[in-house]
C-alpha cells in the first residue's frame, strides 16, 4: 500500500480561499486586476488538480491514496484530507467545469455583479474541500461554503425570475442542511467520532439496542445528500433555479448536484458495504437507493420530453445523471460502478457545456439585434452573410444561392457544438455518453435481476426521450431560422464550450485508459477496508525538537 502526504491536497483549498480573500482587499472596483486573478487561480488549481489525480494513477491499484494533516494531529482528532482515485477525478472535473465557467463569464457576466469574482472562488473552495475532506464536520463546513457562494451566484445578474427560483433554492438547501447537521449529530452520539474511516471500522461494535439510532441518523444523512443531488421527489426545486442562473453560474451547478452523489457513493460504500464486515447494517438503504435513482431517471427522461424550453431541459437531464448514478451506487457492483464514474464525467462534462450553449442559443432566436448582441464585432467570430454569389449561380424566388451559401461561423460552431452536447447527453454513439451506457448495460446484464433489468430498460427510453427532445430543439433553433440575423458570439464564449467538448472526445479516444481508471477507483471504493487502514494509519510528522532526549 502506497500512502504519502501530499502538501497538493491542503493547496486546493487555500489557494481559491487566498485569492478570493485578497480581492476581498481589492474592494468593490479593479475588476480587470480581479479577473486576471481568479484565471490565474482557477488555472492553477485546475493545474494542480490533474497533478494530484496523475500522482494517484500512478501509485499500485487499488491502494493508493494520498493523505494530509494539515494540523498535524493524530487521526482521528484532527482534520484529514484524502484523495484517492475518486477525488482526484471530482476535483478535476471541478477545475474544468470552473474554468470553462470563469472564461464564459469574463466576456460580460463578470459586469452583472461585484463580488461575481469572491463568490465564484468560495464556490471552488467548497467543492474542493468537500471532495477531499475525510469528517463529516468538515464535510459540513465545505458544503455551507459552496451553499452560500450558490445562493450569491444563482442571484447574480438580478431579476424577477432569480429571485423565485433563488429563494427556493436557498429555501430546500437551508432545510437540507438542518437535516445535515441532526444526521451528524446522531451519528456522533452512536459512535462517539465524525472521522469518515474511524465511523466505518465502530459501525460493526455498534450494539444491537442501537442500531435502530444508527440507522435512523444515516437516513436523515442521506435525505441531506440526495435533496442536493436531485432524488425525486426532492428536486422540485431544480430545473427552475438552473434555468433562472446565469450561464457561467448554472454551468458551475452543474457539478454541484454531483457534490450529493459523491457524498451518498463516498460513506455508503464506506459505512454499509454489502458483505460480513458491516455485520446487521450491511447494504442499509441500497433498496432505497436503486429504485429512488430508477424513479429519478424516469421523472427526469420525462421531464426532457415534455420541456419546451433549453434550459430547463438542460435541468431535467442533469436529474436524469443523477438517477442513474444513484440507482448505479445502490446495486454495489463494482463493475456498475466503474461505467458509472465514466458516465460521471462524460454528464457533467456536457451539462456544463449545454448550459453555456443555452444563452448563445437564445441569442442566436432574437429577431431584432437585442442589448445581448454584441457591439464591437473585432473579437467575434467572422461572419460571410453578405458575400454575392458568384456569376451562373443557380438562385431561388429570393435570388439566393441554391447551393454553396456560406453558412456564419458563429451559427456553424453552434450547431456543431449543440450536437456534439447532444449525442453526449442522450448517450448515443460515437461519443463518450455512448461509451458510458453500454459499459452501464453490460454490467447490468451480468447482474440479472428485476431491478437491474428495470435500469437496462430506461437507460435505454431515457437515451430515446433525450434525443427527441434534444432533436426538437436542434430543429426549433437551426431549421427554422433563416429570417433571424446570425448571433455575434466573442471567441472568449466559444473557447470554454470547444475545450468541455473536445474533453468529452478525448473520453472517447482514451476510452481504455479511462475506463482502466474507473474500474480501479471502483475497486478501492467497493473494498472499504482499504480506505480505512490508509486514514487511519496517517501519523503526524515528528520534529527532532519533539523527540525525547
Not at 500500500?1 to 491542503?10: E, H, I, Q
Not at 487566498?18 to 474592494?27: E, H, I, P, V
Not at 454584441?374 to 431561388?396: I, K, R, V, W, Y
Request: hydrophobic share 60%; aromatic share 8%; net charge neutral.
Amino acid at each position: 500500500m502506497t500512502v504519502a502526504p501530499d502538501k497538493l491536497l491542503v493547496a486546493l483549498v487555500l489557494l481559491p480561499l487566498g485569492t478570493a480573500a485578497l480581492m476581498l482587499l481589492l474592494g468593490d472596483g479593479r475588476r480587470g486586476l480581479k479577473a486576471v486573478a481568479n484565471v490565474l487561480s482557477t488555472t492553477a488549481g485546475l493545474a494542480i488538480a490533474v497533478s494530484l489525480l496523475l500522482g494517484v494513477a500512478q501509485r499500485d491499484a487499488p491502494a493508493a491514496f494520498a493523505i494530509y494533516l494539515p494540523g498535524n494531529w493524530s487521526v482521528p482528532f484532527g482534520i484529514v484530507l484524502v484523495a484517492d482515485r475518486l477525488s482526484a477525478l471530482m476535483a478535476v472535473l471541478t477545475g474544468c467545469v470552473g474554468m470553462a465557467a470563469l472564461l464564459y463569464a469574463l466576456a460580460r457576466w463578470q459586469h452583472a455583479g461585484v463580488y461575481f469574482h469572491v463568490l465564484f472562488q468560495l464556490q471552488l473552495m467548497g467543492l474542493y474541500g468537500a471532495f477531499l475532506t475525510a469528517d463529516l464536520f468538515n464535510l459540513f463546513v465545505f458544503f455551507e461554503v459552496l451553499l452560500a457562494a450558490s445562493y450569491g451566484l444563482l442571484l447574480h445578474g438580478g431579476g424577477g425570475a432569480r429571485v423565485r427560483a433563488g429563494l427556493h433554492y436557498i429555501a430546500i438547501n437551508l432545510v437540507a442542511s438542518l437535516l445535515f447537521l441532526i444526521g451528524v449529530a446522531v451519528l456522533y452520539g452512536v459512535t462517539g467520532t465524525l472521522n469518515m474511516a474511524d465511523i466505518a471500522q465502530k459501525l460493526p461494535l455498534v450494539p444491537v439496542s442501537d442500531r435502530g439510532l444508527l440507522h435512523a441518523g444515516a437516513a436523515i444523512l442521506a435525505i441531506a445528500f440526495l435533496a442536493k443531488a436531485g432524488l425525486w421527489p426532492l428536486n422540485f426545486w431544480l430545473p427552475p433555479a438552473y434555468a433562472a442562473a446565469s450561464a457561467p453560474a448554472a454551468a458551475v451547478f452543474a457539478i454541484l448536484t454531483k457534490v450529493g452523489v459523491y457524498a451518498v457513493l463516498r460513506l455508503w460504500t464506506l459505512c454499509f458495504p454489502g458483505d460480513a464486515e458491516a455485520a446487521a447494517s450491511a447494504g442499509f438503504g441500497s433498496g432505497v437507493l436503486v429504485w429512488g435513482g430508477i424513479v429519478t431517471l424516469a421523472f427526469g427522461a420525462l421531464g426532457m420530453l415534455a420541456s419546451q424550453q433549453l434550459a430547463r431541459l438542460a435541468g431535467y437531464a442533469v436529474i436524469t445523471s443523477s438517477g442513474t448514478l444513484i440507482a448505479a451506487i445502490g446495486f454495489d457492483a463494482p463493475a456498475l460502478s466503474a461505467a458509472a464514474l465514466f458516465y460521471l464525467a462524460s454528464s457533467t462534462l456536457a451539462g456544463c457545456a449545454l448550459f453555456l450553449l443555452v444563452e448563445l442559443l437564445e441569442r442566436s432566436r432574437q429577431v431584432e439585434v437585442g442589448p445581448q448582441q454584441l457591439d464591437d464585432g473585432n473579437d467575434a467570430l467572422p461572419f460571410f452573410l453578405d458575400a454575392e454569389p458568384p456569376a451562373g449561380t443557380n438562385l431561388d424566388d429570393n435570388e439566393e444561392a441554391l447551393i454553396g451559401r456560406a453558412i456564419p461561423a458563429a451559427l456553424a460552431f453552434l450547431g456543431v457544438a449543440f450536437m456534439i452536447s447532444a449525442l453526449v447527453t442522450a448517450g448515443l454513439p460515437p461519443l463518450s455518453g455512448f461509451v458510458a451506457k453500454l459499459a452501464m448495460l453490460s454490467a447490468l446484464l451480468d447482474l440479472g435481476m428485476p431491478a437491474a433489468w428495470t435500469l437496462f430498460a430506461l437507460l435505454i427510453l431515457s437515451g430515446l426521450f433525450g434525443a427527441i427532445a434534444l432533436m426538437r430543439v436542434g430543429v426549433r433553433h437551426f431549421w427554422t431560422s433563416q429570417d433571424r440575423p446570425a448571433p455575434r458570439l466573442r471567441v472568449i464564449e466559444t473557447l470554454p464550450i470547444a475545450g468541455l467538448l473536445a474533453a468529452s472526445v478525448a473520453l472517447v479516444l482514451q476510452a481504455e485508459s479511462g475506463l482502466a481508471y474507473m474500474r480501479a477507483a471502483a475497486d478501492s471504493l467497493h473494498e472499504p477496508r482499504l480506505y480505512i487502514d490508509a486514514v487511519m494509519g496517517a501519523r503526524p510528522i515528528v520534529r527532532d525538537a519533539e523527540v525525547a532526549p
